[in-house]
């Protein structure tokens, strides 16, 4: 997770102490057989993306320098596939936001996820889909073949209309069929107001809300199934 403006690491049980695995970094992920962290460094306007290899336990700092997987300009949010093979992000290297894919992490071609002024990629659990968030705060699928090399299909629009903030992210759940998705504080009646929205066949099915405790004060999160 980032702290300050460094990658750190603590058991997920809270306790222990805070160790700082690299500084100058921000949005820290592990591959999924956890045996590299993969980072953001901002190199003035531009950013780029590091991976180093990490103790089996993922607790100490990465041995030896990190290694240089992609730079773009503005480059921001990404996300690595469930297999480790590719890596999504977002830059403005066209002059607008958009998506791209490559290889990781050589990064050996580039493919361009045809949604228009597409952030926040993140991969469905099998891999199969990518979901951006387009010009008008929609969230898109997109159907991809991560067989020999990258290939994308038609996206569709999987949930519109509601106010999300697009700029605070959101992520999937460990299923693959769920995502969480800050709303806007004005799309609440209450500081601490959680909605959660059960999305099937592309209609909103289920709409509730639940008062939760002053820590989430501001942050009201929409979770999505898409089934």
């Known amino acids: 997770y980032t702290c300050a403006t460094s990658v750190c690491a603590r058991p997920a049980d809270g306790g222990g ?12 992920v592990v591959t999924p057989d956890g045996r590299q962290l993969v980072f ?4 003035g306007e531009d950013s ?14 990465p041995v030896g320098t990190p290694s240089l997987v992609v730079s773009a300009r503005v480059l921001s949010e990404f996300d690595i596939s469930p297999d480790g093979r590719f890596v ?23 493919w361009e996820v045809p949604v228009r002024l597409a952030v926040f990629p993140r991969w469905s659990a099998k891999g199969d889909r990518l979901f951006v968030f387009d010009e008008l705060s929609r969230l898109v699928e997109v159907p ?54 059960v999305i099937r066949n592309g209609c909103h099915d289920d709409l509730r ?10 942050l009201a999160y929409l979770v999505c199934r898409l089934l």
């Open 17 to 28: 102490t805070r160790v700082e695995l690299v500084t100058d970094a921000a949005d820290g």
């Open 40 to 43: 953001r460094r901002r190199h």
């Open 48 to 61: 780029a993306i590091y991976t180093a290899a990490i103790g089996s336990a993922g607790l100490s700092a």
């Open 88 to 110: 999504a992000y977002s830059s403005r290297e066209t002059g607008v936001d958009s998506v791209f894919v490559t290889r990781f992490p050589v990064a050996d071609g580039k």
């Open 144 to 197: 991809v073949d991560l067989g020999r090399s990258f290939a994308a299909g038609v996206p569709a629009v999987r949930l519109s209309g509601l106010a999300v903030q697009v700029t605070a992210g959101y992520d999937r759940f460990p299923d693959g069929t769920s995502f969480i998705v800050p709303l806007a504080p004005a799309a609440t009646t209450s500081a601490t107001q959680v909605q959660v929205l």
């Open 209 to 218: 809300s639940e008062e939760h405790t002053s820590e989430l004060q501001s």
